[in-house]
């Protein structure tokens, strides 16, 4: 009789399992929030995740569109008899679902974290390996809005079976969560994750360095752009978690920022909210550059021209205006000349064509906020060491 009932369990599952589907409806622009691992790692604590949920109101981040408090590694204690987890009692001395529901009473949603491995990324806690529907369904009464998911201890796992035995647990489970993974792009995982997750990390785990070492951003940039094909509405490529306001310059934060916004990125913030600078909240709340990341169109930007260290990036928006960015990677100044009929060009992605040989656009600074006259002539552009000029271009008239 025992092996009957576990035979149709088992059925069932199965059955379950070849119509599962992610939640669709989330993730239609790229998610914002902030996260627990680039600044407390292994140290975070429940007052920790009250005290980002407070900062993110107090500071009108929540305003500006963040909206997850992401809970990274070192969370976890211990599986009780039945295999359930348990969140590390002296870390988290009221549990998971009131902390969540802290979070939900601020008008934010929470996130947590797990491994497709025996062990989390520490080594010392279980991962989800073999109790993915148990963890899906603890997460869902604790009221979880966003799991990211690791790639640490899986053996000789396959990648996409593994993501996708989770998220059928996630759909299981019956709570809307986005569903994040993180296995650093060594499977590629652009090629197969458009219909299990949300979003794929692409590149090493970044570091809090504009330009030297694996992870500075600047390798991550160059890791995700020829990606662009593989993101949109509901799965993005995750050049992970931002480090402005990490020990980055204010500069160099700003282009970080920018760059994100431009390839339609995650934003999720990885600093301690409580104490970050006015030019860091600056960075971080302007309104204009965030609407480039979560235009609706959904279209990761293109690097369409270097010169001299000078980057020429587009990304096209639902209005019919598009994002320009000149992105100076080195660490001197550039004067760099527009031509705009030189950037007049169809984009293989969007299939949309700038048509700047033909057409005249507004420009707009979204750094300045000022109006900077209209597309035509040529102009020169001096662009700081480590900066970014960024310009919303808005059909106007034709000439």
């Not at 520490?122 to 809005?145: C, T, V």
Request: hydrophobic share 35%.
């Amino acid at each position: 009789m025992k092996r009957l009932l576990f035979s149709i369990v088992v059925a069932l599952l199965a059955c379950g399992s070849v119509n599962a589907q992610k939640f669709n409806e989330l993730a239609k622009t790229p998610p914002m929030g902030w996260n627990s691992w680039n600044y407390f790692h292994n140290t975070v604590n429940e007052q920790d995740i009250k005290d980002m949920a407070d900062a993110m109101v107090a500071t009108g981040l929540r305003d500006a569109g963040y909206t997850y408090v992401n809970i990274d590694d070192y969370w976890h204690g211990d599986r009780d008899a039945n295999g359930f987890m348990n969140c590390d009692s002296k870390k988290f001395p009221d549990g998971i679902k009131v902390l969540a529901d802290y979070v939900h009473s601020k008008g934010l949603k929470i996130g947590i974290y797990s491994d497709a491995g025996s062990k989390t990324s520490g080594g010392a806690k279980s991962g989800s390996r073999g109790h993915e529907y148990q963890d899906a369904l603890q997460y869902a009464r604790w009221g979880i809005d966003y799991l990211k998911y690791d790639w640490n201890f899986a053996g000789n796992r396959n990648r996409e079976e593994a993501f996708s035995v989770m998220r059928d647990a996630i759909r299981e489970a019956g709570r809307p969560m986005i569903f994040s993974v993180s296995e650093s792009g060594i499977a590629k995982p652009w090629l197969f994750c458009k219909d299990i997750c949300h979003l794929w990390r692409i590149s090493h785990d970044i570091i809090p360095n504009f330009s030297e070492g694996a992870g500075c951003v600047l390798s991550i940039i160059d890791a995700n752009e020829p990606l662009r094909k593989y993101a949109g509405p509901g799965h993005w490529n995750d050049p992970d978690m931002l480090e402005v306001g990490n020990g980055i310059t204010d500069t160099e934060g700003r282009s970080h920022f920018t760059m994100w916004c431009m390839m339609a990125a995650p934003l999720i913030l990885g600093n301690d909210l409580r104490t970050m600078s006015k030019e860091t909240l600056a960075t971080l709340t302007n309104k204009e550059v965030i609407a480039i990341d979560q235009d609706t169109l959904g279209i990761q930007g293109l690097r369409y021209r270097q010169e001299n260290g000078v980057e020429v990036w587009f990304k096209p928006l639902s209005d019919g205006a598009w994002a320009m960015c000149l992105f100076n990677r080195t660490k001197e100044p550039r004067q760099y000349t527009v031509d705009w009929k030189s950037l007049d060009f169809k984009d293989d992605v969007s299939g949309l064509s700038t048509q700047l040989a033909t057409k005249v656009y507004s420009i707009q600074n979204l750094w300045t906020g000022k109006m900077d006259g209209k597309t035509g002539k040529n102009r020169i552009v001096n662009i700081p060491a480590e900066d970014v000029v960024l310009y919303r271009l808005t059909p106007k008239l034709k000439k």
